[in-house]
């Protein structure tokens, strides 16, 4: 069975310091996708990223950055110079090749990131 | 492009009654889920819908339902309300069936209060 865990479950600091929020995820499919998605306190889950299991790559988009490492099954996400807007829920996510398509979302429990002045 | 749409916002209902949320894609997109998001329990899985048919459902009981309609949007009832059904619901889509790589778009979710 698939599985998420995000051991962070909250935290704190202060505006213009990095922070990586930590995602470990357990799968037995070669194929598979993972997420991260913000949630702001509004309520809307926001989509930030999508990697697939065979593109190894970093990336780097404005401040957020992921690194998808396979060999420790680990998918974590930076944010440099961080800012109170920067303030929600961050969850990452897996999803597995499905009989039929679609895909059903395993979620992890979620790190509470709040950025002080 | 208008989001993915859910109403009502807020609902306050009593041990055994029944509800009904409702969510509207995104244009374009066939496949509508369901999420629960109860404090303390993180986001759990309910229900996948598809092309007007009911593809996947999480470990939910069955007076956890729902349907899609012709148009792709979609409502999800549930019966005989208990006080643990306390929580967020969030509806999202995505591009259906073939698109299992396709990022979920989610609403505002419906917050749902039994007393």
């Known amino acids: 069975a698939q599985k998420v865990t995000q051991a962070q479950t909250e935290i704190s600091v202060v505006e213009k310091e990095d922070v990586t929020l930590d995602c470990v995820y357990e799968?037995?499919?070669?194929?598979?996708?993972l997420f991260w998605y913000k949630q702001p306190p509004s309520g809307e889950l926001v989509f930030l990223i999508r990697r697939n299991s065979f593109d190894e790559q970093n990336e780097i988009s404005g401040r957020y950055s992921w690194n998808f490492q396979k060999s420790t099954s680990s998918f974590n996400f930076t944010i440099t110079a961080s800012q109170v807007v920067d303030s929600a829920v961050y969850f990452c996510a897996l999803s597995e090749r499905r009989t039929g398509g679609g895909n059903k979302l395993t979620f992890g429990t979620g790190t509470q990131l709040k950025v002080e002045l | 492009e208008a989001g993915v749409t859910q109403s009502p916002t807020h609902l306050i209902k009593t041990r055994g009654q029944q509800v009904t949320l409702r969510c509207s894609p995104i244009?374009?997109?066939?496949?509508v889920y369901w999420y629960q998001q109860a404090l303390g329990l993180g986001l759990q899985f309910l229900l996948w819908y598809d092309e007007g048919e009911e593809r996947n459902r999480g470990n939910f009981p069955p007076r956890f339902s729902g349907r899609q309609f012709p148009n792709y949007s979609s409502e999800l009832n549930v019966n005989a309300l208990e006080l643990e059904d306390s929580a967020l619901y969030l509806c999202?889509?995505?591009?259906?069936?073939?698109?299992?790589?396709?990022?979920?778009?989610f609403g505002d979710g419906t917050r749902l209060s039994i007393l």
């Open positions: 799968t037995r499919d070669t194929t598979y996708y």
């Open positions: 999202a889509s995505s591009l259906g069936t073939g698109g299992w790589d396709q990022p979920q778009h």
């Open positions: 244009s374009g997109h066939t496949s």
